[in-house]
């Protein structure tokens, strides 16, 4: 029985594959590959987060004055909300 298990271990071992496109992807966007930041591509960041307050405005107009009315707990809260 024992010598019977050990044939069917070896019959279902797994290959090793090659490296996901996923990990390949990682890899190449990690700090060491990364490309610097552009004035052009802070731009266009800035210019989706507007965008995406201006939705969350039109979409949730007293969002901001819900979120003042939790109290906050924490010791250095000193900021203003939006």
Do not use: C
């Not at 979409?59 to 819900?66: G, K, Q, S, V």
């Amino acid at each position: 029985m024992a010598d019977q298990y050990k044939i069917t271990r070896q019959f279902h071992k797994k290959k090793r594959r090659k490296p996901s496109t996923a990990f390949k992807k990682r890899k190449r966007n990690s700090r060491r590959y990364r490309k610097p930041v552009t004035e052009q591509n802070q731009l266009h960041g800035k210019h989706i987060i507007a965008q995406i307050y201006a939705k969350i405005i039109q979409l949730f107009p007293e969002l901001f004055e819900w979120m003042r009315e939790i109290e906050d707990f924490r010791e250095a809260s000193d900021y203003d909300l939006a």
